[in-house]
């Protein structure tokens, strides 16, 4: 008998919370039209799953979070085009109690940027149609909204340098622990005293694809991209990191 209790009990709250859910998804769809917003889309809606799906997963980097395989999925993912939508879709989440989710590019390594940490109804809010660049060559200032990619930035800035190429190169070394580090020592020294046109990163790993040996071992990759054309490129590299 207390068994039964307490599956009904379940089951009324379940009943309840999806209820709630429901009528919080339609209230805010609501909100949303009423403010002229129409780029967004309801788990809910059965006609539109494939399309949800597709935004959803559309920059989530950690697989483990894909919410296919989990049961927390938002309640809608809207995208914002205007900062004037963006701020009244905010405001519609707080109208319909749900939780909101900002994602930009949606790197986080816990997934924060579209999986919930808890049982309350949320809402991803997506940033990649505001990604508007603006770059100021007098100041030497950029503003760059978060939805832009580190690709419409860079092309942004050369637009507006008005310079006819640039270059971008990635370089692995793989090879024993001494060599490794004997680069990523020298790299040190040089990396900050290149050109401000150029930029060089150094990641080092341990059995990345780049080392094709066996017991898999270290390798470093650079990556560089430089306000230029690729022959400036080559002759700054030879002249001061020829390694
Ligand atoms: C494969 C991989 C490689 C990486 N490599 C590097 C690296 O080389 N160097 C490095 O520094 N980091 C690296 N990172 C870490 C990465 O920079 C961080 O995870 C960063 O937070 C990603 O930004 P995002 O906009 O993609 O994150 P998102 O997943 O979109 O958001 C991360 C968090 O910030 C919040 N948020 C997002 N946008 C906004 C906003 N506009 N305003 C307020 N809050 C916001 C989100 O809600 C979430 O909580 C890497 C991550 C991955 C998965």
New binding site residues.
Partial sequence: MEHLHLLLLSLSLLITSTTTTSSSSTDFASCLKSNNINNFTLSSDTTTTSSFNHFLNY?I??LRFNPDSSPLKPVALVLPDTLRRLRATVLCSRRASLTI?????????EG???VSSGPDPFVVVD?MNLNRVRVSPETRTAWVE?GATLGETYFAIHDSAGRDSVTGFVINRAGSTRLVTQLVHKWQRVAHRLPDEFYL?A?VGAGLPEYRGEPPGLSVTFKGFYQGGIREAVEVLAGRFPS
């Fill in positions: 920059s980097q950690n989710r900002l994602r930009s590019g949606g790197h986080s390594y924060l940027s579209y940033m978060a990163s990641f």
